[in-house]
């Protein structure tokens, strides 16, 4: 259908287009001129209506005005930066991988209970399950997060679940809970960091940098501390941070994003679980349903 003009209603244009319009306004014009005024509502409508029209673009990656999420130079610093973030994180990871006690061959044990259409009732269910693999979920605003993925062994069904909590209890405490039974690791593939490795191109495409609110809060946070150069308390008490903060305060924080950082709180775990009193406790337990 053409378009139909708001002011004549006539087809073909729109008003900003419109013959009649521009005369209609030209002539109330011309006779406020004529008359000796300089400043009429007429006078200033004709002027707006004749007026190159500049459309202001507003960015909606940074919300800045005058260009586009395509040329935003912003939205690029960005993605350049956590692709190399995250791909020095990963060499992290898999050095933590490869060291932490549980990795690729842990067997688990998962109790859960199944519906049985057939008896109408629920049913136990005891399931081995064992550890194949593993991904970095994130790794923004200090928080580096693993999954893990399981499978049942003979069914291949795959779980995935946070690694942070299986560091801290032993087991994830999603429900059905996956029980530690047996530790190993032969640690991840030589191809693993490669494997994982993101491009500029792959990272434009996140959810990270297409949210419709704009430039995500905690990469923009992350970036920021993560650049951020390393002060001696003598270097802090000059700064312009130490009127809002203390040195320790400042310290942590500072740690929790750099990945200097990342990887000392990420070894810190090793040695803050007992993976072996883990397995026994589990077993003993079991002895005492037994008996």
């Not at 942590?252 to 007992?274: A, H, M, S």
Request: a positive charge; charged letters at 30%; glycine letters at 6%.
């Amino acid at each position: 259908m053409s378009v139909r003009c708001g002011y004549c209603y006539r087809y073909g244009h729109n008003q900003t287009s419109c013959e009649k319009k521009t005369a209609d306004y030209k002539a109330a014009h011309d006779l406020d001129v004529a008359a000796g005024s300089e400043d009429t509502y007429a006078i200033k409508r004709y002027r707006r209506h004749i007026a190159p029209r500049s459309k202001k673009v507003k960015c909606g990656y940074c919300s800045t005005v005058g260009h586009t999420r395509r040329t935003c130079e912003v939205l690029k610093a960005d993605l350049k930066w956590y692709v190399s973030y995250h791909n020095d994180a990963l060499k992290i990871v898999e050095e933590f991988l490869n060291a932490a006690p549980v990795g690729v061959g842990s067997l688990f044990q998962q109790n859960t209970e199944e519906y049985n259409y057939n008896k109408g009732c629920y049913e136990k269910k005891l399931y081995r399950r064992i550890l194949t693999g593993f991904t970095l979920a994130s790794v923004l605003d200090g928080r580096m997060v693993i999954h893990y993925q399981t499978n049942v062994i003979g069914k291949g069904a795959s779980t995935v679940k946070s690694f942070e909590l299986l560091m801290q209890y032993g087991s994830s405490r999603g429900y059905p809970r996956q029980f530690l039974t047996s530790r190993c690791n032969h640690g991840v593939d030589s191809d693993w960091v490669a494997k994982k490795s993101l491009t500029i191109e792959q990272a434009n495409k996140m959810d990270l940098f297409r949210d419709r609110d704009g430039r995500n809060w905690s990469l923009s946070r992350t970036r920021e501390w993560a650049e951020m150069p390393y002060l001696s308390e003598e270097e802090f008490a000059n700064d312009a941070a130490s009127r809002y903060v203390t040195y320790q305060r400042w310290m942590i924080d500072w740690k929790r994003v750099t990945l200097e950082g990342v990887r000392e709180n990420l070894f810190k775990q090793l040695g803050e679980f007992d993976f072996d009193s883990a397995i026994e406790r589990r077993r003993k337990k079991k002895l005492e349903e037994v008996t």
